[in-house]
């Protein structure tokens, strides 16, 4: 039966008999043919191989393309499936995808992985990528399928089959001896796998996440399009575990965990000061942009958080108490309904909106075990919320002066490559379907209105409401999701708040939630890695450490550092009898920006010799020479030190 084909540029050809996507390609070229890993029809991606019995758009996926990396990466964790099951036929197969950078595979063994056995692993993936195995697609019945997966003995396999919606086709993919359940598609073969790839690691994992299943082991794996792509990934690990920041704090003395108190933060004094500096920061850019500051309690009780439907939603993950006889109080794992309190503790008027309410909020939540790694990932944080509560003709205009001020802030901290992604709603939330239509329709509003690019991210808004979100760049290219914005219709409503309009009447505002650092804890361990420890002049805890070569030289020393901290430079004098080069040594590990060192010629000229961190050379300059050239290199902190001196508050709450 003639098929007509037509093709991306719209150019059509009619093939006799029903022709495959290989087919195509080769028809087009065989360069085309030979780079080809599938091939899309009318939208939805095909095998090469799967014949096209109808008239169809098509369109040839090359191993080029950044598509292709995916479809690479979830046929590597088939490969690699494929030999663990070959070298050690007890194991169990579960589920295997393709991840940002990689692919995983969680195995039910009982016998633990080892770095041995990946080795071993990964040595045979290249010998079934070596015999070009043909991958072929199978449709079954459901009870076929669960019964040939339940006599060999993989039952994960066969529950997954179970659960599947019976309307849903069954498809098994054979790739030599080895078959595994999958949507697809898939490569051809084996051999169009390449062998750029490499396994990295095991990790546990629970069976479908829940930890009253049965605990799996995770390997862990990368797959490129090229070997280059793979060197060039491999350098990017070995650069990222350089800038861990958790190796980074214990080096520079900033904070530490400990299993007594897990997921949170033993935070020293040097550790502490950077806090505080990106606190102070946060406040000046927020008292300037027309935000009052509030506080709310920790303990809230539970008919509270029932209201504003987090107990549903989110109640798993929130720390509760029983203490209080009459009634349960629950930890706040978000500030939102506190600030809701403070709106309605009085009448509002709508002369009062927009009210930007900020709040330096400590949260709780209960993150897995497992999940937990240094400050990207705790139990408690803090987040530098704002909740702005508006008129619903006030969303785009607050929304824009919400943009502009995230990344004008995001530049001060040396990000200028930001991304945006626009977030719907959720399967999991509340409030109608109506109100979810008003408040994404603002929110891409007040998107297009700024002229900002974003890109979608479906089904990963708040339970609550929409959001956007501002994902930061960092110096080895990878991506941080830090500041959001989102659009809240149902939270007001569902709590209460109201403001007298200027008919008279009684109305529920719009509540814009809205955070820059995310959380404080989490952006500090971004900064650490993207600077690997070197922050900027202004951020840096210890910004000057003022070293004698000889005692001589210790009142001069004394006189140079009390008048930097009277200019608001952080400084700290080495007195110590040891040998400046040890000193220089011992702080140029901690990071610190300048080592001021004087000697006895230094205090005769009243001269200072500075060391930069990172430069070889040292120069001499004068006391107050030395003393502007810092109050210069401060920027930034000008505003740290007006917020520590009061500011200006623009409204009151």
């Known amino acids: 039966m003639p098929v007509e084909i037509t093709y991306p ?62 479809l690479i990466r979830h046929d590597a964790a088939h490969v690699m499936a494929e030999a663990v099951k070959e070298l050690y036929p007890d194991t169990q197969v579960t589920i295997g995808p393709a991840i940002e950078n990689g692919f995983y595979y969680d195995f039910a063994r009982d016998e633990p992985f080892t770095e041995h056995d990946l080795e071993n692993i990964e040595r045979r993936m290249r010998e079934i990528v070596d015999r070009d195995e043909e991958i072929t697609r199978e449709v079954w019945k459901r009870d076929e399928a669960i019964g040939y997966f339940r006599d060999l003995g993989e039952e994960f396999k066969a529950q997954i089959i179970a659960d599947i919606d019976p309307e849903q086709e069954i498809t098994v993919y054979r790739q030599g001896g080895f078959l595994d359940l999958c949507r697809g598609p898939h490569l051809p073969t084996t051999g169009r796998l390449g062998k750029a790839f490499k396994l990295t690691k095991v990790a546990g994992a629970y069976w479908r996440g829940d930890s009253n299943n049965p605990m799996l082991q995770r390997i862990y794996g990368t797959a490129w399009a090229s070997d280059k792509q793979l060197k060039e990934y491999l350098l990017r690990l070995e650069e990222a575990e350089r800038r861990d920041h958790r190796r980074l704090g214990k080096q520079m003395g900033l904070f530490h965990f400990q299993e007594e108190a897990p997921g949170a933060v033993f935070w020293h004094p ?223 409503e569902r709590l209460g708040a109201r403001y007298v309009g200027e008919d008279g009447r009684k109305h529920t505002p719009v509540m814009l939630h809205r955070a820059l650092f995310g959380s404080l804890e989490r952006f500090i361990g971004i900064l650490l890695e993207h600077y690997a420890g070197a922050l900027p002049f202004w951020l840096t805890p210890l910004q000057v450490v003022v070293a004698t070569v000889v005692s001589d030289a210790d009142a001069y020393a004394v006189e140079f550092a009390q008048a930097l901290r009277r200019a608001g430079i952080r400084t700290e004098l080495d007195l110590r009898n040891e040998k400046i080069s040890y000193k220089v040594r011992e702080h140029s590990v901690q990071k610190i920006p300048v080592i001021a060192v004087v000697g006895r010629r230094e205090a005769e000229q009243r001269t200072v010799a500075l060391r930069r961190f990172g430069v070889k050379q040292q120069e001499v300059v004068g006391f107050d020479e030395a003393i502007e050239r810092f109050i210069g290199m401060n920027g930034p902190a000008s505003m740290i030190r007006r917020s520590e001196q009061g500011g200006v508050v623009a409204q009151s709450a």
């Open 9 to 70: 540029d719209g150019a059509k050809r009619v093939f006799e008999r029903p022709p495959t996507g290989l087919q195509i390609a080769e028809q087009v070229s065989k360069n085309l043919s030979r780079s080809a890993v599938a091939v899309r029809v009318n939208g939805e991606l095909w095998d090469l191989n799967r014949s096209i019995e109808a008239d169809a758009s098509v369109e040839i996926i090359a191993r080029a393309s950044q598509e292709a990396l995916e």
């Open 270 to 492: 040097k550790g502490w000061t950077l806090f505080q500096t990106l606190t102070n920061y946060m406040r000046a850019r927020q008292q300037d942009a027309g935000y009052v500051e509030i506080n709310t309690p920790d303990l809230m009780q539970r008919s509270l958080w029932e209201a504003s439907g987090h107990w549903e939603t989110f109640g798993e993950n929130m720390f509760t108490t029983d203490t209080d006889v009459d009634r349960t109080l629950a930890i706040k794992p978000m500030n939102c309904p506190g600030c809701v309190q403070i709106f309605n503790n009085s009448l509002r008027s709508y002369r009062e909106l927009p009210l930007r309410m900020a709040e330096f909020g400590k949260v709780h939540r209960f993150e897995p075990s497992g999940a937990l790694h240094g400050l990207m990932r705790v139990r408690s944080f803090t987040q530098d919320d704002a909740h702005i509560f508006c008129a619903t003709n006030q969303i785009t205009e607050e929304s824009e002066r919400v943009c502009d001020l995230v990344l004008d802030i995001y530049r001060d901290f040396g990000f200028d490559d930001i991304r945006i992604k626009y977030a719907d709603r959720p399967e999991k939330r509340v409030g109608s379907d109506e109100i979810w239509d008003a408040a994404e329709e603002a929110l891409l509003k007040a998107a297009e209105t700024t002229g900002l690019e974003y890109t979608l991210n479906p089904g990963e808004g708040a339970f609550y409401g929409p959001k956007l979100e501002f994902v930061l760049r960092d110096a080895i290219g990878r991506d941080w999701q830090c500041g959001t914005l989102q659009v809240d219709l149902n939270l007001p």
